[in-house]
T-cell receptor
């Protein structure tokens, strides 16, 4: 079945630091890839997505590029803010019937 | 407002007492699913439904039941809850599963089974 492996946390950064959260996937067919974000006490929200190889998803200063050759979809942001503190989940919809998530990465940004 | 609602938001119960967590969406979505979130394990899918009367097991279905009699509702039923079902539960829906359709998540239900 499909699987997603993402960088274990927690990750703690200072404000304005560069962020990378690694994500690799195993999926059949031509999967779409997603990053979801979960703010404290809330459900998950879609942050960005990419539907085919070499696509770049972007939103709120976050970016991720669909790399088929390395089966990766790493999340990056050039300058994090305190308000970015949250749990980030990488996911794939490779299977026709399920969306598979990674285990989540807790990010804390200190002022 | 497009949304997924879950009730209750918090529930404390005792082992063996049947309970139902309701989930409703107002977006006419075909696909709905239930997840549980546990520390260190992330989100794991319990059950999903591709449409009315079509449901299937996810990765961790043991101890749970679901039904999809109407398109908008997808209740999660715990016939005989046990302490290992203490968790944070999320319902989600999307227009379809295939392709790049966004999943919309409810606010979560925190369940404690003593």
């Amino acid at each position: 079945g499909d699987s997603v492996t993402q960088m274990e946390g927690p990750v703690t950064l200072s404000e304005e630091a560069f962020l990378t959260i690694n994500c690799t996937y195993t999926a059949t067919g031509y999967p779409s890839l997603f990053w979801y974000v979960q703010y404290p006490g809330e459900g998950l929200q879609l942050l960005l997505k990419a539907t085919k190889a070499d696509d770049k998803g972007s939103n709120k200063g976050f970016e991720a590029t669909y790399r088929k050759e390395t089966t990766s979809f790493h999340l990056e942001k050039g300058s994090v803010q305190v308000s970015d503190s949250a749990v980030y989940f990488c996911g794939t919809s490779g299977s026709a019937r399920q969306l598979t998530f990674g285990s989540g990465t807790q990010l804390t940004v200190l002022p | 407002e497009a949304q997924v609602t879950q009730n209750p938001r918090y529930l404390i119960t005792v082992t063996g007492k049947k309970l139902t967590v309701t989930c409703s969406q107002n977006m006419n979505h075909e696909y709905m699913s239930w997840y549980r979130q546990d520390p260190g394990l992330g989100l794991r899918q319990i059950y999903y439904s591709m449409n009315v009367e079509v449901t299937d097991k996810g990765d961790v279905p043991e101890g749970y039941k679901v039904s999809r009699k109407e398109k908008r509702n997808f209740p999660l039923i715990l016939e005989s809850p046990s302490p290992n079902q203490t968790s944070l539960y999320f319902c989600a829906s999307s227009l379809q599963l295939t392709g790049s359709y966004e999943q919309y998540f409810g606010p979560g239900t925190r369940l404690t089974v003593t």
